[in-house]
């Protein structure tokens, strides 16, 4: 019998987490629809992960725009196991009343709007789809934050943002489980990206003390929060759905001052 291929629609899947995603999936045996709005760096990507993978240009806050991709990804690859809503963008790193509400909105337009078309599309090929052995249709994952959970001065849109996806990950799941449809998300820590390099050099963030205040004394590799969003779009998740995993090196467990965790061992 041919074994044929799960398929996973990544977005912002061009660099950083979602290319490390599209990675993982690809050498556990998935074929991956890296979507992205750089649309010839995703197709390049997809080109470097071989055969059966696809890259597309898609502005995941455009309504037409993620109707087509998702009808041209289907068109492609027949079915979709699974998607992973990775598409973000940063912030302003500004005091309250210094905020731009043009970027106020674009933050929360990646984020949330993104999020939501992206799954709605989705949902509705996936609700058509035959059940598998374990009863799913397929699989969403979200990315979260522990700026999901705790606020960060000066970072009001992205913290509303990522408090948001978690409420939605929790609305699609109830919503949709008895249709076989699981949605989880995973809460990052501080992870190696360019994205948190460039908030390094504008003095938004402070590596050194994001180090001491991580129980496991550092950054997350791309990897690492890639393998947990494989986790839970594989059939060992099967019975995961309106899940928050924190991916943050005990962040969001350590409850007294980043002193007591003592000095970071070399």
């Given at each position: 019998?041919t074994?044929?291929?799960?398929?996973a629609?990544?977005?912002?899947?061009a660099?950083?987490?979602g290319w490390?995603?599209?990675?993982?999936?690809?050498?556990a045996g998935w074929h991956?629809?890296?979507?992205?709005?750089?649309?010839d760096l995703a197709?390049q990507?997809?080109r470097?992960?071989?055969h059966g993978?696809t890259g597309?240009?898609?502005?995941?806050?455009?309504l037409?725009a993620?109707k087509?991709?998702?009808a041209?990804?289907?068109?492609?690859?027949g079915?979709i196991?699974?998607?992973v809503n990775?598409?973000?963008?940063?912030?302003?790193?500004l005091?309250?009343l210094?905020q731009d509400?043009?970027?106020?909105?674009?933050?929360l337009?990646v984020?949330?709007?993104g999020?939501?078309?992206?799954s709605?599309h989705?949902?509705a090929?996936?609700a058509?789809?035959?059940?598998?052995?374990?009863?799913?249709?397929?699989a969403?994952?979200?990315?979260g934050?522990i700026?999901s959970?705790g606020?960060?001065?000066?970072?009001?849109?992205?913290c509303?943002?990522?408090?948001?996806?978690?409420?939605?990950?929790?609305a699609l799941a109830?919503?949709?489980?008895?249709?076989g449809i699981?949605v989880?998300a995973?809460a990052p820590g501080?992870v190696?990206?360019?994205?948190?390099?460039k908030?390094?050099?504008q003095?938004a963030?402070?590596?050194a003390?994001?180090?001491?205040?991580?129980?496991?004394?550092r950054?997350?590799?791309?990897?690492?929060v890639?393998?947990?969003?494989?986790f839970?779009?594989?059939?060992q998740?099967s019975?995961i759905?309106?899940?928050?995993?924190?991916v943050d090196?005990?962040w969001m467990a350590?409850?007294?001052?980043?002193?007591?965790?003592?000095?970071?061992e070399?």
């Amino acid at each position: 019998m041919t074994h044929i291929p799960s398929v996973a629609i990544v977005t912002g899947a061009a660099e950083g987490i979602g290319w490390a995603t599209a990675q993982c999936l690809a050498n556990a045996g998935w074929h991956v629809a890296l979507l992205d709005l750089n649309g010839d760096l995703a197709k390049q990507r997809a080109r470097d992960l071989g055969h059966g993978h696809t890259g597309w240009a898609c502005d995941v806050t455009q309504l037409d725009a993620v109707k087509t991709c998702v009808a041209n990804v289907r068109q492609a690859h027949g079915l979709i196991d699974a998607l992973v809503n990775n598409a973000g963008i940063a912030d302003q790193t500004l005091l309250t009343l210094e905020q731009d509400i043009n970027a106020f909105d674009r933050v929360l337009s990646v984020h949330l709007r993104g999020t939501f078309l992206m799954s709605q599309h989705v949902i509705a090929c996936m609700a058509q789809q035959v059940r598998d052995a374990q009863g799913v249709r397929g699989a969403i994952v979200n990315i979260g934050s522990i700026a999901s959970f705790g606020g960060i001065p000066g970072r009001n849109a992205y913290c509303a943002a990522k408090a948001g996806v978690l409420g939605m990950t929790r609305a699609l799941a109830s919503e949709w489980a008895r249709r076989g449809i699981r949605v989880n998300a995973v809460a990052p820590g501080y992870v190696k990206t360019a994205l948190v390099e460039k908030l390094a050099e504008q003095g938004a963030i402070d590596g050194a003390a994001i180090a001491r205040r991580t129980p496991l004394g550092r950054m997350a590799r791309t990897s690492e929060v890639a393998q947990a969003i494989a986790f839970l779009v594989s059939a060992q998740a099967s019975y995961i759905t309106g899940a928050v995993l924190p991916v943050d090196g005990g962040w969001m467990a350590l409850g007294a001052p980043d002193a007591a965790l003592g000095p970071i061992e070399v």
